[in-house]
Structures are given as structure tokens and as C-alpha cells.
């Protein structure tokens, strides 16, 4: 059965996602039970998973309420203290839940063992990448436990991914991070358009995400750390060398500190 992808909202500008195929769903990094709660409710489906990409409480902390309602498992980063009972993931690992098959990427950088999870294609829809907040649109995580080589590995591994899939991070943190991603690049005219787009959703009340890869390479700094443009600028704020993990140092600590 075909798949539909909702973006729940949650406190601020959380998104937990919501995979369903009419009948059964699965959700990442439910921080909150109550929007998932309203929406298994509403669409009259069983809960059959639930996926969590790092240890935050803001993407795990609505685990436990969901339990009683859980018709399956809980599936997390070996490497981190989930809500337990939880199945420990590692790099390349693959599960089967609602008849789908999620391969798991060891991404850490924002967190020690943070993962995503990555859905290929079918016949009817475009590959799904869950990627909590490693990679956001425009922008990525904070380094709270990793390094800027660590991160830059990480992003470089999902920017390697099929360009035609949905990239559904956890936060609406894009007009910032284009803000910032105009600063480092103004000449970027993909950028300046996919802003004004963003600009436009934004407006009307409506989400920029899922994004998707091939998007995020023509317009994410992060993702451009050997873009001439984005050299110069990383190098013009600090950074040690021109190679793509110095520059990448550079963009993080300068994003750290943009306002």
C-alpha cells in the first residue's frame, strides 16, 4: 500500500514524522505524545513502531507514554541512552517495520551515536531519509558531542544519498539557516530562490520540509564545503585551511555565533 509522510508539529518547531499506509503507522523522534496521540486518533491507526535518531529529549521524551499503545518496538542508537526497552541499532544495520525496510546510518557529530534512518524508493514514492537533527534544511546540528570531522563525514554521507530523497529533519529551523547561508554565499541564485519559496510557505502557514538532497547540495552551505565561494568565505572567518573539513570547522563556529 502506498505510504503517506506527515509532518506532526511539536513544541516550538519540532516536527515528529508520521509514516502511515491507512491502517498502521510508525513515528521518529516522538518528543511529545500528544500531537501523535491526536493523530493515530484521527486517522483511526495502530502505532507499529517507533524510530529515534538520538538521545534528546525533545525526540524522546513522549516514548514512554506511547507504549501502552505500541503494537511493536522502539528502535534506537546502540550507542546512546534510549527509553528502554529499545532495540540498539549500529551503521548498516537494516529493520522491517510496516513492511518497509529502513537501513540505519551512523551520523554522529550533534550527538556521540546519533543515526538516520533511510527508506529506498518504491514504485509510487520518492526514498525517505530520517535524519533527525544532523542535517537540517539549509543548515546542520550543533556539535554538542562530536567534531567537525566527525560531522563533516556524516553530512557528506547523506548528501551521497539519491538526490530525489525527502530529507525529514526534526526542526523549521530553515529561514534562519538560509539567512546565515546567504551570508556565506549570496551569489548562489539557487539559494536566493529556494529562500524566496521558503519565504512564501512560511507565510502562508505551511512547512518548508521535507526537503530534499539534491536541494540541500545546491543550496546548504554545509553540504559546499568545496564550493570556490564557500572556501573564501570559511577562510575570510577563521578557517585553518582550505580543505572541506576546515571549512567545514569555520561555517559551524561562524553559524554558532550569527545572529
Given at each position: 500500500m502506498?505510504?503517506?509522510l506527515l509532518a506532526l508539529p511539536a513544541f516550538n518547531d519540532n516536527y515528529i514524522w508520521l509514516l502511515h499506509d491507512g491502517r498502521d503507522a510508525i513515528v521518529v523522534d516522538p518528543g511529545d505524545s500528544a500531537?501523535?496521540?491526536a493523530a493515530l486518533s484521527n486517522l483511526k491507526?495502530?502505532?507499529?513502531?517507533?524510530?529515534?535518531?538520538?538521545h534528546h529529549g525533545d525526540h524522546v521524551g513522549g516514548v514512554d507514554a506511547l507504549r501502552p499503545w505500541l503494537k511493536g518496538e522502539v528502535f534506537g542508537p546502540a550507542l546512546e541512552n534510549i527509553p528502554q526497552p529499545c532495540r540498539a541499532l549500529n551503521d548498516g544495520d537494516h529493520i522491517n517495520v510496516m513492511g518497509a525496510s529502513f537501513e540505519v546510518i551512523d551520523v554522529p557529530g550533534h550527538t556521540a551515536g546519533h543515526i538516520a534512518y533511510f527508506l529506498a524508493s518504491s514504485a509510487a514514492a520518492a526514498p525517505i531519509l530520517f535524519c533527525g537533527d544532523t542535517l537540517f534544511s539549509g543548515g546542520c546540528g550543533r556539535l554538542f558531542e562530536?567534531?567537525?570531522?566527525?560531522?563533516?563525514?556524516?553530512?557528506?554521507?547523506?548528501?551521497?544519498?539519491p538526490g530525489n530523497s525527502r530529507v525529514c529533519c526534526a526542526h523549521e529551523y530553515t529561514l534562519a539557516n538560509l539567512k546565515f547561508a546567504s551570508a556565506v554565499e549570496p551569489h548562489n541564485a539557487d539559494l536566493t530562490a529556494y529562500t524566496a519559496w521558503c519565504?512564501?510557505?512560511r507565510a502562508a502557514g505551511l512547512f518548508t520540509l521535507p526537503s530534499s538532497v539534491a536541494q540541500e547540495i545546491k543550496v546548504n552551505p554545509f553540504l559546499r564545503c568545496a564550493e570556490p565561494d564557500v572556501i573564501q568565505s570559511a577562510l575570510s572567518h577563521g578557517a585553518a585551511s582550505p580543505s572541506p573539513t576546515d571549512v567545514f570547522a569555520a561555517l559551524r563556529q561562524w553559524k554558532n555565533d550569527y545572529r
Open positions: 502506498p505510504m503517506n500531537p501523535v496521540m491507526l495502530n502505532l507499529t513502531g517507533i524510530l529515534v535518531t538520538h562530536g567534531t567537525p570531522a566527525q560531522m563533516h563525514r556524516s553530512l557528506s554521507r547523506l548528501a551521497a544519498l519565504q512564501a510557505q
